[in-house]
């Protein structure tokens, strides 16, 4: 459509828009509208002007793209156990590799990385006084990329997708990414330090840890006894039994 302005070909509205592609085909309509119009020599040559402006920017992008596969290759190992991570794909993990490397030993510790990062979130209350969870500013390059990588990660069936919706739960979406971002760099650490790939551990993994109640542990005690305990479907309501009165398995009569 763009090539078709510029050349001042007089083509009718409906027949232009027809050239759309793709996803753009469901605009026909809107596009029909849009070209309905005189398209004078001045208008033209400003369609020129930015597309050719469009061409050579793509053009520098490409080049560039080059130039970080070429400096990547001898860390193809490194991003390639970094992809095994929800929400890590090869641009992310071209961002992690350039801005902190692959040697972790320069980092203290997985917090010191975090800290110098920018997504280490403060701690939200001290002596019974609340304080700002909000996070340090640290590198903007990778801090952003990891950012991408957290809402990348809530749209997967995975443990950092579950995660990421427990916590939007509590404290909103955008805590949520901080949190699964501070999450996601912690993994980039260890598995740097390690070379071994990401274990998935599950989308159900944070209900199968779901703490056992005191009166659970209670139950399951006395069973291991021998006693028998009476209990509903629901712990809540719960029958109390005294073990004096209770009678073991082993000497029921």
């Known amino acids: 459509m763009l090539i078709a302005l510029m050349d001042g070909e007089v083509i009718e509205p409906k027949a232009l828009a027809e050239l759309a592609k793709g996803k753009l085909r469901k605009k026909i309509p809107e596009l029909v509208d849009a070209l309905n119009g005189q398209v004078t020599k001045h208008k033209r040559e ?18 560039l793209e080059e130039q970080i596969t070429n400096h990547l290759l001898p860390y193809q190992k490194e991003a390639m156990l970094l992809h095994t991570i929800p929400g890590v794909g090869p641009k992310t993990a071209s961002i992690i590799i350039a801005e902190i490397g692959v040697n972790m030993s320069v980092f203290p510790s997985p917090a010191h990385l975090s800290s110098w990062s920018g997504v280490s979130p403060g701690n939200n209350e001290s002596a019974g006084k609340k304080k700002s969870s909000k996070t340090s500013k640290g590198d903007k390059w990778i801090r952003g990329a990891l950012l991408e990588a957290a809402w990348a990660a809530q749209r997967t069936r995975t443990f950092l997708g579950a995660k990421f919706w427990k916590l939007a739960g509590k404290g909103g979406k955008k805590k949520a990414a901080i949190a699964i971002a501070h ?41 291991k006894l021998g006693y ?26």
């Open 46 to 63: 400003m369609i020129r002007f930015s597309y050719e402006h469009l061409l050579y920017l793509e053009k520098q992008i490409t080049q």
């Open 228 to 253: 028998t305990v009476a209990e509903s479907s629901h712990l809540q309501t719960l029958e109390k039994v005294q073990v004096s009165s209770a009678i073991p398995k082993d000497k029921a009569g």
């Open 183 to 223: 999450k996601i760099l912690i993994i980039v650490y260890y598995i740097l330090v390690k070379g071994e790939p990401y274990r998935e551990l599950g989308k159900d993994y944070l209900e199968q840890r779901r703490p056992v109640s005191r009166e659970q542990l209670a139950v399951n005690y006395l069973k």
